[in-house]
Nanobody, 119 residues
Framework: QVQLVESGGGLVQAGGSLRLSCAAS????????MGWYRQAPGKERELVAA???????NYADSVKGRFTISRDNAKNTVNLQMNSLKPADTAIYYC?????????????WGQGTQVTVSS
């Protein structure tokens, strides 16, 4: 089995920064695309940022220029550096990874980490 565990969430003031990390563990042959999603109360889960196995990144328009996604294949981790945070960024952030494992290939989700940005 494979597990994704997020860390780094917390409470910050507007304009502050947080760095989220997600570590995959278990039987892992390889990881293809990885990404971060978020969900605010009463809203749909949305893609924040994604990064391919080759390192190509894309971002939601709302976070472009403020967030940076990166990955460390040796550690099976993906990170999200969040700068210039706004109250609208408040949500539970979920890590996602496409993992080649046993018995096969599938997407895995972390359980989420809370990010709260105060005015």
């Amino acid at each position: 089995q494979v597990q994704l565990v997020e860390s780094g969430g917390g409470l910050v003031q507007a304009g502050g920064s947080l760095r989220l990390s997600c570590a995959a563990s278990g039987i892992i042959f390889s990881i293809n695309a990885m990404g971060w999603y978020r969900q605010a109360p009463g809203k749909e889960r949305e893609l924040v940022a994604a990064i391919t196995g080759g390192g190509s990144a894309n971002y939601a328009d709302s976070v472009k220029g403020r967030f940076t996604i990166s990955r460390d294949n040796a550690k099976n981790t993906v990170n999200l550096q969040m700068n210039s945070l706004k109250p609208a960024d408040t949500a539970i952030y979920y890590c996602n990874a496409a993992v080649v494992s046993t018995p096969g290939y599938r997407n895995y989700w972390g359980q989420g980490t809370q990010v709260t940005v105060s005015s």
